[in-house]
């Protein structure tokens, strides 16, 4: 059984920080890409950050570069998101992602989603 289980998220006040965990099982793990997307009410789902199975590569959008930071413990099949000096524009549900590809066409699994807060 595939299950990617996110835990972290919550209240928070402008410029506070949190860490947001994404906990999965049931595939090899460390072959998968990982990402972050947050979706927002009226607005549309946004990709966050990625990290790479090989080699750790981290890519961010813009509005978060220099806050955000992605990384993964295949150890513990974990993929965080470390998000400091946050912001309203912050508060979303956030996702995480596993995604790679087969012979057949791509594989993506889904997290089932962490709110998070940012409120004076």
């Known amino acids: 059984q595939v299950q990617l289980v996110e835990s972290g998220g919550g209240l928070v006040q402008p410029g506070g920080s949190l860490r947001l965990s994404c906990a999965a099982s049931?595939?090899?793990?460390?072959?998968?890409?990982l990402t972050w997307y947050r979706q927002a009410p009226g607005k549309e789902r946004e990709l966050v950050a990625g990290?790479?199975?090989?080699?750790?590569?981290?890519n961010y959008a813009n509005s978060v570069k220099g806050r955000f930071t992605i990384s993964r413990d295949n150890a513990k099949n974990t993929v965080y998101l470390q998000m400091n000096n946050l912001k309203p524009d912050d508060a979303a549900v956030y996702y995480c992602?596993?995604?790679?590809?087969?012979?057949?066409?791509?594989?993506?699994?889904w997290g089932q989603g962490t709110q998070v807060t940012v409120s004076s």
């Open positions: 990290i790479t199975s090989i080699g750790g590569t981290t």
């Open positions: 992602n596993a995604f790679t590809y087969s012979s057949s066409g791509p594989i993506n699994y």
């Open positions: 049931g595939f090899p793990f460390s072959t998968y890409a």
